[in-house]
């Protein structure tokens, strides 16, 4: 079964410092990896996701993130965090074939100081 | 404006009451979903269906059952409401085989007393 492993519970950092939030995933196949990010009191948004290609995507609001096959990862990073970004952030994986399900990690709240 | 509209907010019942969460997407889509999101947990699978009368187990299937008549439709049933069953319940729904288009409701949170 595929599992999703995200390294940090909660993350603080000062506005304007950079942001990595870990993220690894266990399935020996082909995946389709997504970052989801959920304001207060919001939906679950889409900020990127990856299939196939480019192992460095990009998202919305300034975040990318790298697909690093050999290590099974699939981080977030930002170069410089705002206040607005305070949010629980989710990684996520499906199998890339018909009839499979988002396998979400358990989250990695991130708190923006100003 | 495309959507999942969840058809409560949030909802309050007894233990061993049976509860149904109502779910309806218009964007035609195949995929329905139901996730319940805990702290520290995340966002775990319950049920999804890929097509009508369709349904696959997810990780956590244990006290839940769904059901999916019509495509826009999907419903979680709750057989005897448990107070470990308190929770946000995200109901879900895509297109396709990549998970692109997942697009979730606002969420039912449901209290068992």
């Known amino acids: 079964a595929q599992s999703v492993s995200q390294h940090n519970h909660h993350v603080i950092l000062s506005e304007a410092a950079s942001l990595e939030l870990g993220c690894n995933y266990s399935?020996?196949?082909?995946?389709?990896l997504f970052w989801y990010v959920q304001y207060p009191g919001q939906h679950l948004q889409l900020l990127l996701k990856y299939f196939s290609g480019d192992p460095l995507v990009k998202g919305i609001k300034g975040f990318e993130a790298e697909f690093i096959k050999s290590k099974f990862s699939f981080n977030l990073r930002k170069p410089s965090v705002q206040w607005s970004d305070t949010a629980e952030y989710f990684c996520?994986?499906?199998?890339?074939?018909?009839?499979?399900?988002?396998?979400f990690g358990k989250g990695t709240t991130l708190s923006v100081s100003s | 404006d495309v959507k999942v509209t969840q058809s409560s907010r949030y909802l309050v019942k007894r233990t061993g009451e049976k509860v149904f969460l109502e779910c309806v997407q218009d964007?035609?889509?195949?995929?329905m979903f139901w996730y319940r999101q805990d702290p520290g947990l995340g966002l775990r699978l319950i049920y999804f269906s890929y097509d009508v009368k369709m349904k696959e187990k997810g990780d956590i299937p244990e006290g839940y059952s769904v059901s999916r008549e019509k495509k826009e439709r999907f419903s979680l049933i709750l057989e005897s409401a448990s107070t470990n069953q308190t929770s946000m319940y995200l109901c879900a729904s895509s297109s396709g085989t990549r998970g692109y288009g997942y697009t979730f409701g606002s969420g039912t949170r449901l209290t068992v007393v």
């Open positions: 996520a994986v499906n199998a890339g074939q018909a009839g499979t399900a988002l396998i």
């Open positions: 964007m035609d889509h195949e995929n």
């Open positions: 399935y020996g196949g082909t995946v389709n």
